[in-house]
């Protein structure tokens, strides 16, 4: 059949997270790894046999020779985040579906443009949050749907933070204003926000705080910053990120009737199975010395880890354009946009006195 | 031996809570169920026989009346936080102790003439703050002191809610501004700053900022808010608290090293026995895909219930004062007054535009 004919799919750059993503392509039943590309051929060749690239995958010294490439037909794009704009409309022109690493731009308006090149060209746009392609996520989702048992949202806390050691915060990317120039808030407080958009349907808030006292390195990148977002109907979601703590990874989704929890949102603790907690209509003994009802605690089986699902989907939207003249989907790059659009108010409000931003759609 | 005698405690109204803590002072070893006074003879007589007082207690119909008992050496106040200044400073007039349901004053101006009149009469206060009394409570601050598994202190997180019902809403003391006017902030919220503070040993912080979008009902008493902390040295904490979403009861706090995650930290799931979560220098394998270290569980045993153990601390100061001369114990009131201090600054800076409030302490 023509459709398990797999998607021939070039890595562009050797980025930490372009290990993961090429173990996932490996895996993903209808994608191959086809070729790497870094601004040094030696690093290209390195990663290739490092990762166990296929032997017929090719090796390019340059971005612009994959993306030359007519044998290619997408690309994963882990480059630094300032350098995406560039890389991405370039590759959209090349007529390269992408897979671009989160955050897809350093603001929405660079977003827009990078998007405009994508469907200009006829091809796929998609970022790279894994967490949103788990089992677990569709379970999750049923439950917050569910108005028997979740009632109506409320309220929503997310914490994602991690430890950066001394060599991190002198010399990763993700500290550096001219390549992951967003800091936390562009690596853990993405997810942290993709998560609260998840659980509010996708319906942009209508205003966004920054919580006080971010602390930003010297060459002023963020490295803790928290948000409260508000929405028309009372519904608040709270996040915070840092690079400054000890790893933790809460998303709590409070309803009227339940509540959902769960402590490795972003990166389940095993890659065959995920769990979370729900705790519905809850009840104390008469003293209220004792619960009568207990947090349940559900396990998703999953065959394929979630990174291997999430380039499963994109190279089925890719086959689907490629050999069924099918539309670029705009299902998942409006997810991407509006969590870029809340990004870039949390920088708004935090430039502004800690001012609520009014979020436009 | 003289301190096997009982410390004889009346109790002040029949609100809800008194139920529990009547139970609480049945079960303390070192304290006797003496007397209960309520505005209604009959009513005080029903909450007797209801909670199984001893044949030998007695009920009075006043509160005035059960003051002036020689033979009660110490209250319980359950009283709305309003009527707390009255009542608290006759009770120390009258020389008897006093254990105050929290929040103990509606403002910390008020507290302090409620401590004026202890100190000035030779007698203890304690606020109702049962957790603090749980071994499980004192095994999580090992955690937190041991600066090789939890590093330095961070962010703090806590969120405490239940959903109220419209009875609830309509008529519960907690919504009324002449009874327990600081509604949510001062019941849930009231547990929220007092375990922030619990984390932080108590250190107050440098300013509190409430967050936007807090929910008054009609007669302007708080449904639901949150606040950030904030230290010089950088230490954060959040907080949201509300009668308007599923019951949730979360406290996370997150060192350099070590992160305690807990969710029902206020009143454990079990009464003999209670858990809590520790993860320590958690580390993922080599592409991130799975965690290498989990979250442990411990789980601590108690043969007296939380509330027992705060009356049996009560009981203790009180018979040390009475028996051996002591003087009133002045670090629980410290504790309970900080806590007050926080909860007087969110309600300043939510009357202040949401502005920080710096806290002199």
Same mark, same amino acid.
């Given at each position: ?88 409309? #370039?590759?959209? =022109?090349? /007529?390269?579906? #992408? ?79 001219? #390549?992951? %120039? ?46 409260? #977002? ?38 389940? =603790?095993?890659?065959? =199975? ?47 354009? /490629? ?16 969590? =870029? ?11 502004? %006195? ?8």
């Amino acid at each position: 059949m023509a459709d398990v004919i797999p998607i021939r799919i070039g890595v562009l750059g050797c980025a930490e997270i372009a290990r993961k993503v090429s173990r996932a392509i490996q895996l993903a039943p209808n994608a191959t790894l086809s070729a790497i590309a870094s601004r040094s051929l030696d690093k290209a060749a390195a990663f290739a046999r490092a990762n166990r690239f296929p032997p017929d995958a090719k090796v390019y010294g340059s971005y612009e020779a994959l993306l030359e490439d007519p044998d290619i037909d997408a690309v994963h794009m882990p480059l630094p985040t300032s350098l995406h704009l560039r890389w991405a409309v #370039l590759a959209a =022109q090349k /007529k390269k579906h #992408l897979l671009v690493e989160k955050p897809p731009a350093m603001n929405v308006a660079e977003f827009d443009k990078i998007v405009e090149a994508c469907w200009d060209n006829g091809v796929q746009i998609m970022d790279g949050t894994m967490w949103l392609h788990h089992p677990r996520t569709h379970k999750m989702k049923e439950f917050l749907n569910d108005t028997e048992r979740f009632g109506k949202p409320a309220l929503v806390n997310s914490c994602f933070t991690l430890l950066a050691d001394s060599d991190f915060l002198k010399n990763d990317i993700r500290v550096k204003p001219d #390549l992951d %120039g967003l800091g936390t808030l562009g690596d853990l407080g993405w997810y942290c926000i993709n998560a609260i958009l998840w659980a509010a349907d996708y319906e942009l808030p209508e205003t966004v705080a920054a919580l006080r006292a971010p602390v930003h390195n010297d060459a002023g990148v963020l490295l803790s910053c928290g948000a409260s #977002l508000h929405w028309r109907d009372g519904r608040i979601a709270n996040f915070h990120t840092s690079f400054l703590s000890n790893l933790t990874m809460n998303l709590t989704v409070t309803g009227t009737k339940g509540t959902l929890h769960l402590t490795d949102f972003n990166i389940p =603790q095993r890659e065959d =199975q995920a769990s979370f907690t729900t705790l519905v209509n809850p009840k104390y003994n008469d003293l209220r010395t004792t619960w009568l009802s207990l947090p349940i605690e559900h396990t998703i089986e999953t065959a394929l880890p979630q990174e291997t699902l999430m380039v499963e989907e994109f190279a089925r939207l890719v086959a689907g354009i /490629k050999r069924n003249g099918s539309k670029p989907d705009k299902t998942w790059p409006a997810i991407s946009r509006k969590t =870029q659009l809340v990004l870039d108010a949390v920088i708004a409000s935090i430039e502004n %006195g800690f001012e609520p931003i009014e979020i436009l759609g």
